[in-house]
């Protein structure tokens, strides 16, 4: 009984250290988009990004892509971002989410992947949304 017990424990105690691990870059990826920081955002762009908005799509270099998503931020105040859904599939991970802006809400993906030890955003996908 004591080892069973002692087996679970461990199991749940990695599985909420691998759980953590996963999601650590994504919450920090959340938070930026909440603060409506492209310099927060851009700590955690792989060397080249994917970036899809209503007027524009196109792979950047992490420079640029801070450049856009700066641009998207000031043309765009950002009133709140409301995460809709997380998930993973082994080495990377996403969230899905609605950022409400002074001008409109846009549905938000973003997706972050493992390399190496360390994990990286790759892609955000920004989408006008209906009033």
């Known amino acids: 009984m004591k080892k069973t017990l002692r087996t679970v424990l461990l199991i749940v105690f990695v599985t909420g250290l691998l759980s953590f691990r996963l999601f650590g870059i994504l919450d920090d990826v959340i938070g930026a988009m909440k603060a409506g920081s492209a310099e927060q955002l851009a ?3 792989d060397n080249v990004v994917e970036i899809t908005m209503p007027d524009k799509s196109s792979s ?3 420079s640029q892509a801070e450049m856009i998503m700066k641009d ?3 043309n765009y105040k950002v009133k709140s971002f409301e995460v809709l859904h997380k998930g993973d599939n082994g080495t990377s991970n996403y969230c899905i989410g609605n950022l ?3 001008d409109g809400k846009f549905r938000t993906t973003l997706f972050v992947k493992q390399r190496g030890d360390k ?3 790759q892609e955000i996908r920004i989408e006008a949304q209906a009033p």
């Open 100 to 102: 409400q802006t002074k």
């Open 119 to 121: 994990q990286y955003l």
């Open 72 to 74: 998207f931020f000031n």
């Open 43 to 45: 700590k955690n762009f």
């Open 60 to 62: 950047y270099s992490k």
